[in-house]
């Protein structure tokens, strides 16, 4: 899943977990992890996080590689916020085929401005992890989570300084694998993400990807179709 911050990847990742039942994997949601739980990793990489920079290709190569071989990922996954980097893409491509899986990239298109409004707007759950925005995803009760009740938290790297430092690498590091991806990659998706709720959103995913679902077993075929799901506001390379 792939754009940038404020993009709503971790939003269309969650309705992609629902809809093929596998797991998502957000480097930003297990190096926050590591923050909290005060670990090594967790302490050598806060000062980084805090300030919108990226960490080591290394170590989320290494966190990556450790998730992707656990059992619940053997009908495939998400990846969320990785790879950020040429050196993460060219590690993704070789993880990958070491477990036997074909990427699929969608890249969520968002206007710049409409990023900025969305990313100092966001508040999360601390419980259950559900994302909410102001204009585009209101909690029925401000500043309370519709699902459990606890009161809704800014992340700290959702802060206006923060988030341009955060805007500012993926312009540099992150938006440039689009044209790797071009090359390397012909399951690439393009999807207008900036106008749309969510679930208008997660509907030309799912038509982009109905085109390459194996029919028998609901999960991602092997085969190279994904010329053929061209949709509204969908483009496939
Ligand atoms: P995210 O929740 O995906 O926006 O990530 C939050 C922060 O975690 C980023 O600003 C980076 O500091 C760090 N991070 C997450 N994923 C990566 C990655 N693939 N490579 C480097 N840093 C990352």
Redesign the pocket.
């Known amino acids: 899943m792939f754009g940038s911050?404020g993009s709503g990847?971790?939003t269309q990742s969650k309705f992609l977990v629902e809809w093929l039942k596998i797991p998502q994997i957000?480097?930003?949601?297990m190096?926050?992890e590591h923050i909290r739980n005060g670990t090594e990793v967790g302490r050598a990489?806060a000062g980084?996080?805090r300030a919108?920079?990226?960490?080591?290709?290394d170590l989320?190569n290494q966190l990556v590689y450790e998730r992707i071989h656990q059992q619940d990922c053997e009908r495939g996954f998400i990846l969320?916020?990785?790879?950020?980097?040429p050196a993460?893409a060219q590690e993704m491509m070789r993880l990958l085929s070491g477990v036997g899986a074909r990427e699929v990239v969608i890249h969520l298109v968002v206007d710049y401005n409409v990023i900025i409004s969305r990313m100092t707007g966001r508040r999360v759950c601390p419980v259950c992890g559900t994302l909410y925005n102001a204009v585009s995803r209101p909690p029925k009760v401000e500043g309370i989570c519709d699902l459990d009740g606890s009161v809704l938290a800014i992340r700290e790297?959702d802060r206006e300084d923060v988030v341009r430092e955060?805007l500012t690498?993926y312009e540099a590091s992150t938006r440039p694998l689009i044209e790797y991806f071009r090359k390397a990659s012909n399951r690439l998706f393009e999807v207008d993400a900036s106008k749309d709720r969510p679930e208008v959103v997660f509907g030309k995913i799912q038509t982009a990807l109905t085109g390459i679902l194996d029919q028998t077993s609901g999960v991602l075929s092997s085969s190279v179709v994904g010329e053929k799901a061209a949709a509204d506001g969908v483009a496939a390379r």
């Not at 957000?26 to 949601?29: C, I, K, L, P, Q």
């Not at 919108?52 to 290709?57: N, R």
């Not at 969320?80 to 980097?85: A, L």
């Open positions: 911050p990847k971790g957000s480097t930003g949601d190096l926050r990489i980084r996080m919108g920079s990226l960490v080591s290709d989320v969320d916020g990785y790879p950020r980097t993460q790297d955060r690498q």
